[in-house]
């Protein structure tokens, strides 16, 4: 029985830069787990490499049995894994609803309607905003598009890039709430990164702490909260 | 600048003002005094220079006075300098705005274009240039869909336009096939070498797309320039066979068969020919137009505009960049190549001549001040760049200084193009006003 995604030893390079120095992370079915790290930590560059941009100069990634470390991007996220992307990357100028329709570019159009239909009941406020341009919503409406936009191309595999950047707490809450209800009710696997660790890894069914391109930690979210370094590094000065 | 016209008091700041004015006569002496001061004349002995003091004090003064003009107008007019942001405010109301041009003003710009030939002010003159307009409204729209549609910078649009033309000119001098059967060839050769230029520039984006798009052009034009054999080089080819209606060909008389007015039992016209080829460019380009704006309803139209807008969101929903471009490449090249075919058709002369780089720089000028991506924006702009430079003919020597002006003007008041408001591809039923639910984040 093995994980659905298993990265194991990889290591990503800019130009001769090193940035994951031999990074093993995994994934079962069903499970949130949360990268937690600091800036720099290279967080997004792991979830940039599991899309094959950049791809690693070393170790291997398996998803659901099969090797895509090699991969382009497209053919990757056509195998059912899905991206909100760090910093959102709404299409400004398109409305919501056709920022939801190429969500579903990659899914079967057959499944349209009912898959809009469950991102409306997760994201209410995207169904009254559905006809207005993405860049004229505000940053928690656009992070609830770049997550619906996400599960519209039906993922067996949802990355979160910092979903909770930029936004106030009380928003912050609210698309927590929604990744935990994505998790329960889709019995969906995240991969979710993150700097506000004690949201993420209070969530997180598992966790991992990236320090300079390597993971220095790992355990269950309660047993990371619990650790002293982890308090102290992450979680000082309240949250 | 003169950004107080006004002191706190609300009175106007005279002082400020002329200075303004003071500024703007020095930075029109600047400019004017080598441009129209300056002038060089044939003398027995070579090359002479004529001073002409009096044009230059005439433009200066003529500077000053439009300046305070307009300071006045921005003290009393209760407008002040535009900004670009109101814009974006406006949406809703331009939205409004363009629905009802859409909705209206499209279809009736159609009839008139139908009517046209058969209203009484339609002489050849104003027929030909009617043509000439449509040519470029077509190239408009073609280059609109790389341009406007996928974002993709191309300065060497104009490349396509020459295959078009030289397929045309070279396969119907060579095989003697009709311009009908010529056509769809003529786009498939565009096509063509649109996924040609594609393949090594997909990887390049914003300027270094638009340098080598730009070489890209001159590299077909130096080539047909070159290729003697060939292509005729700088002498061109001459004697393009002219279009026939199901085999009616426009001329006095012919040898296979009955001519169009035989045929009709018309007396001939040399019209005739003008009003059909009028009627082709206006069907080419109403299918360009339609073609298009069904493309932008199709999910590989959403893809290019998606591309647009950020590329790395398109890669991480699985779109692969190189399919979309490329079909951007090809289809914009396509209609280029159509395009080309009918302007070799109707000159019935082309040469490397008529493909030179300021022929993309006036197509590119119409999608970019016609608004990317506004399909009425690219007609506007083209009856105001094209129709325009032929209206303003009489004005000699200063017409490209009215086309500068008048652009330069445009930018200004609109810095995103005549028709900047985006048409959602598709229409939503007015939502009823939600109940307030109890967790909407509005804030952040």
């Known amino acids: 029985m093995s994980a659905l995604l298993e990265i194991a030893g990889v290591e990503t390079f800019y130009g001769n830069i090193q940035a994951l120095r031999g990074v093993d992370v995994s994934v079962e079915k069903g499970e949130i787990v949360t990268l937690i790290g600091a800036n720099g930590a290279g967080k997004s560059t792991l979830l940039m490499t599991l899309c094959g941009s950049p791809q690693a100069r070393s170790g291997q990634i398996t998803f659901d049995g099969v090797d895509i470390t090699r991969k382009p991007t497209f053919e990757i996220i056509r195998m059912g894994i899905a991206q909100s992307p760090e910093g959102r990357r709404i299409f400004a100028r398109m409305t919501v609803m056709e920022n939801l329709m190429m969500g579903g570019t990659t899914a079967d159009p057959a499944h349209f309607d009912a898959d809009l239909e469950k991102v409306f009941t997760l994201f209410p406020r995207l169904k009254e905003r559905q006809g207005q341009r993405g860049g004229t919503l505000s940053g928690g409406e656009q992070q609830m598009l770049a997550i619906g936009r996400a599960l519209m191309s039906r993922p067996r595999l949802l990355l979160l890039d910092e979903p909770s950047l930029g936004l106030a707490p009380l928003v912050v809450k609210q698309i927590f709430e929604a990744i935990k209800q994505i998790n329960q009710e889709e019995g969906m696997s995240i991969l979710l990164v993150e700097q506000n660790a004690f949201h993420a890894l209070r969530l997180a069914d598992r966790g991992y702490v990236l320090v300079n391109g390597a993971i220095t930690l790992a355990g269950t979210g309660r047993e990371l909260l619990a650790r002293p370094e982890v308090r102290a590094a992450y979680l000082e000065g309240g949250h | ?444």
């Open chain 2, 1 to 444: 600048m003169a950004t107080h016209v006004r002191t706190a008091e609300g009175s106007l700041d005279l002082p400020a003002i002329l200075k303004d004015c003071l500024m703007t006569g020095l930075v029109v002496f600047a400019l004017a005094a080598p441009i129209i001061g300056l002038r060089t004349i044939d003398t027995p002995g070579g090359l002479g220079i004529d001073y002409r003091f009096d044009d230059v004090a005439f433009a200066v003064l003529a500077g000053i006075v439009g300046r305070f003009l307009l300071n006045l107008y921005w003290a009393y007019g209760g407008r002040r300098r535009p900004k670009a942001k109101t814009e974006e405010i406006a949406g809703g109301r331009a939205g409004a705005f363009m629905k009802k041009v859409g909705l209206y003003g499209g279809p009736a710009a159609i009839l008139f274009a139908i009517a046209m030939p058969m209203l009484p002010f339609a002489d050849r003159y104003t027929l030909d240039v009617a043509i000439l307009v449509l040519t470029y409204i077509m190239l408009g729209w073609g280059l609109n869909i790389v341009v406007g549609l996928a974002g993709l910078l191309d300065l060497g649009y104009v490349a396509f336009y020459a295959v078009g033309a030289y397929s045309y000119a070279l396969i119907a001098a060579h095989f003697d096939w009709s311009f009908w059967v010529c056509l769809p060839l003529a786009g498939l050769f565009a096509a063509f070498f649109g996924v040609i230029l594609g393949f090594p520039v997909l990887r390049l984006r914003g300027d270094y797309l638009a340098i080598v798009t730009l070489g890209f052009g001159e590299i077909i034009r130096v080539v047909l320039l070159n290729w003697y054999e060939f292509t005729g080089g700088p002498d061109g080819v001459s004697g393009v066979p002219r279009p026939s209606l199901f085999g009616l060909e426009f001329a006095r008389s012919s040898s296979d068969g009955p001519t169009f007015h035989q045929f009709f039992g018309l007396e001939f016209s040399s019209l005739h020919r003008i009003v059909f080829l009028y009627y082709v460019i206006l069907a080419l380009a109403l299918i360009t137009n339609f073609v298009t704006l069904r493309l932008r309803k199709l999910p590989i139209g959403r893809a290019w505009e998606a591309l647009r807008e950020d590329e790395i969101a398109c890669r991480s929903l699985g779109i692969n960049p190189t399919n979309t471009k490329l079909t951007a490449f090809a289809i914009g090249a396509m209609f280029g190549g159509f395009a080309g075919s009918f302007f070799a058709t109707r000159q019935g002369f082309i040469s490397p001549e008529s493909f030179t780089f300021i022929e993309s720089a006036v197509i590119l000028a119409i999608v970019v001040l016609g608004g990317m991506g506004s399909q009425i924006g690219v007609v506007i702009a083209a009856i105001f760049l094209i129709g325009g430079t032929e209206v303003f003919r009489d004005l000699e020597q200063y017409r490209m200084l009215a086309f500068g002006g008048a652009m330069v003007l445009i930018m200004i008041w609109k810095p995103r193009g005549l028709l900047a408001h985006r048409e959602p591809t598709l229409r939503l039923p007015p939502s009823r006003k939600p109940e307030a639910a109890p967790l909407a984040g509005g804030a952040s």
